[in-house]
C-alpha cells in the first residue's frame, strides 16, 4: 500500500481504497486513475462492422431513408443521440422513432414496421435493442426494409435473420471487451462509420463521450475496462461541456451537495418522457438554447418530485407492514405500485441490512423484487423457490418474479427455509471499504474520491466505518427541497444527507458525498 502511494505520488488514503479494488499493481492502478483515450480498441475488432459500413455507405450512395430505433431507457436514448449524429453528418434523410415500452411492449410492432415502410424506409438500424426481436426483423424483411442491429443485451442461440448483428455479447464475437453498454457499442459503430467516410472522429469523441459516459452508468454496465475509460473521460467532457442541453442540465439538476454532477444528471433523466416516438431527452441533449432546455428540465424536475413523493409513501407502507425478525424480509403490500416495489425492496434491505422481497399485485398476479447484501445470494435463492413462479430472473443482488397468488404461502416457506440455512456472514464485515477515524477526514479526502469517480456497478462509492463515533447534536433543516441535518460528531460539525443519525455512541458506516459550506456531507448506513 505505502509502495502504491509513493510509486504513484497519492495519498495512503486513496492507495488504500485502490488496494481494496484489488488495484494493487502499480500500473494498473494508474491505469485506472488516468485512463487514456489511446487504450480502446478499434471498433474494427467487432464482427460484422466491416458489413455494417458498406451497407451504410450503399444506403447514403442511394440516398435511402435511414431510420434509427432505440430502447426508452437513458443507454437507449443516448444511443440513438450518438448514431443520429453520426449519420446526420453525412446524410441528410436520418430520422429516429423510440417505442413507449411501457405501451407498446418491447420488439418493434408490425404496426410501426409498416408505417417506416409507407414513409419509404429503406434501412433500419436498433440500437440498444433488437437482438432478441425475431419478428421484428422478419416482418421488416418482407416490407423491404433491411435491419442492422447494434446491441449489448445477451444474444440466444440463435440470431435474428437481419442484414448484421452488431453485440460483443455474441458466442462467435471476438472483440476483447464484452460489457459495453449499448451506447458504448452505438459509439463502436459511429466510429467505425466516421473512420471509413471521413469524419472529423476526434471532434465527434469528444461530444459524444458525456453521451456515452451517461448512458453506460445509468445503464448499470460494469464500469471497468473500456467502461472505466469511458465513463471517466466522458465524465470530465461532461463537466467542460459548453452544450446548452448539457449545461443547463448540470446547472438545474444539482440536488445538493453531491460530489459527482453526474450521478444528479442520470436521476433526472431518468424521468423523461416518449411521445409518438420522440423523446425529450433527445430534445434537451441537442437544444439550441438554454431556454429551450430549462423547459424540459423543469418538467423532468416536477416529475421527479411526483415520484418521490409517491416512493417515500411506498417506503412508509412498506416499513410499517414488514415483519423484520428472522433472517428474510419478506413483505407482501398490494397497495404498493409494481413500479416502486425494487425501491422499497432496496430500501429496506439496506436498512435492516437483510435480504428483502417485496411483492405486489398486478391484474391477478403477484410480483416481487428481491434486493440483497452482498453476503446472500438471491438469485440462487429464488432458483430454489422456482416451483413457486411463472417467471423469475435477475442477478445475485437483485431479483424478480411473479407468481400465482396461491403460491404465496409454500413460497414464503420455501424462501425462509433457503435463508436459515444459507447463514448470511455476520453484518458489517463486508460493507465498507475503510476503517477510519474521523479526523483523518479532511478537504483532500474529496479530491481523492472524485479521482475514483464516476461511480456504478463494479466500482461502487466507497463506504467507511467509524467505530464509537459520539453523536452529540442533530439539528435537521432543508436545502431547497431536500432534506439535510447539522450533526456534531466526535465535537465535529458534519452535514448529514438523507436520514440523521440517532443520538450516542455507535459505529457509523457511510459515505461522503461532498462538501457544503466548508463542511464535510456524509450518508449515513447506519
Ligand atoms: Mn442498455
Not at 381 to 391: E, G, I, N, T, V
Not at 488 to 517: A, E, M, N, Q, V
Request: glycine share 8%; aromatic share 8%; proline share 6%.
Amino acid at each position: 500500500m505505502e509502495n502504491l502511494a509513493q510509486k504513484l505520488n497519492i495519498s495512503p488514503f486513496l492507495a488504500s481504497l485502490l488496494v481494496k479494488r484489488g488495484l494493487k499493481d502499480p500500473k494498473e492502478a494508474e491505469k485506472f486513475l488516468i485512463p487514456r483515450i489511446e487504450d480502446l480498441h478499434s471498433p474494427f475488432l467487432i464482427d460484422d462492422i466491416k458489413k455494417v459500413v458498406k451497407r451504410v455507405g450503399e444506403g447514403i450512395a442511394r440516398r435511402e431513408r435511414i431510420m434509427i430505433t432505440g430502447h426508452d431507457d437513458v443507454d437507449g436514448i443516448t444511443s440513438t443521440l450518438v448514431v443520429m449524429k453520426t449519420l446526420r453528418s453525412f446524410h441528410p434523410d436520418v430520422d429516429y422513432y423510440i417505442p413507449d415500452t411501457k405501451r407498446e411492449g418491447y420488439g418493434l410492432p408490425g404496426e410501426l414496421l409498416k408505417s417506416f415502410s409507407s414513409q419509404g424506409v429503406k434501412l433500419l438500424i436498433t440500437v440498444d435493442s433488437g437482438v432478441s426481436d425475431f419478428q421484428g426483423a422478419k416482418l421488416a424483411k418482407s416490407l423491404g426494409i433491411e435491419v442492422i442491429i447494434t446491441d449489448h443485451h445477451e444474444p440466444q442461440e440463435e440470431l435474428p435473420q437481419a442484414q448484421a448483428v452488431i453485440n460483443p455479447k455474441r458466442n462467435d464475437c471476438t472483440y476483447p471487451f464484452r460489457y459495453l453498454a449499448g451506447v458504448g457499442v452505438a459509439l463502436k459503430f459511429s466510429l467505425a462509420l466516421l473512420e471509413s467516410f471521413g469524419g472529423n472522429d476526434k471532434g465527434f469523441l469528444k461530444e459524444f463521450l458525456p453521451l456515452v459516459a451517461l448512458g453506460t452508468i445509468a445503464d448499470k454496465v460494469p464500469l471497468v475496462g473500456e467502461n472505466r475509460i469511458l465513463s471517466k473521460l466522458g465524465a470530465e467532457e461532461l463537466g467542460l461541456s459548453t452544450k446548452p442541453g448539457i449545461q443547463t442540465l448540470r446547472r438545474m439538476s444539482r440536488g445538493g451537495p453531491g460530489l459527482d454532477p453526474i450521478d444528479d444528471i442520470i436521476e433526472l433523466l431518468r424521468f423523461g418522457h416518449i411521445k409518438g416516438g420522440k423523446s425529450d431527452i433527445v430534445e434537451l441533449l441537442s437544444a439550441k438554447d438554454s431556454a429551450q432546455a430549462e423547459i424540459i428540465c423543469d418538467h423532468l424536475k416536477q416529475s421527479g418530485r411526483l415520484w418521490r413523493k409517491e416512493a417515500e409513501e411506498a417506503r412508509k407502507m412498506v416499513t410499517r407492514e414488514a415483519e423484520t425478525d428472522g433472517p428474510i424480509i419478506v413483505a407482501v403490500v398490494p397497495r404498493v405500485g409494481v413500479s416502486l416495489l425494487g425501491y422499497c425492496a432496496s430500501f429496506l434491505s439496506k436498512e435492516e441490512r437483510k435480504p428483502t422481497v417485496v411483492i405486489g399485485r398486478r391484474a391477478d398476479l403477484l410480483v416481487g423484487e428481491g434486493r440483497s447484501p452482498q453476503s446472500f445470494d438471491l438469485f440462487k435463492a429464488f432458483s430454489y423457490c422456482r416451483d413457486c413462479f411463472l417467471q423469475y430472473g435477475g442477478h445475485k443482488r437483485a431479483a424478480g418474479f411473479s407468481m400465482r397468488p396461491e403460491m404465496l404461502k409454500s413460497f414464503i416457506d420455501r424462501i425462509r427455509d433457503y435463508a436459515r440455512n444459507h447463514l448470511l456472514l455476520p453484518p458489517g464485515q463486508e460493507d465498507y471499504d475503510l476503517k477510519v477515524p474521523l479526523q483523518l477526514l479532511n478537504q483532500e479526502v474529496l479530491s481523492d474520491l472524485k479521482r475514483l469517480s464516476p461511480f456504478g456497478q463494479a466500482n461502487p462509492e466507497p463506504k467507511f466505518l467509524t467505530p464509537g463515533a459520539d453523536v452529540q447534536e442533530v439539528k435537521e433543516f432543508y436545502l431547497g427541497e431536500w432534506k439535510l441535518s447539522e450533526a456534531t460528531i466526535d465535537g465535529r460539525p458534519f452535514l448529514i444527507w438523507g436520514d440523521p443519525p440517532s443520538k450516542g455512541k455507535k459505529d457509523l458506516i457511510y459515505s461522503i458525498k461532498g462538501r457544503h459550506r466548508g463542511w464535510l456531507c456524509l450518508r449515513i448506513q447506519r
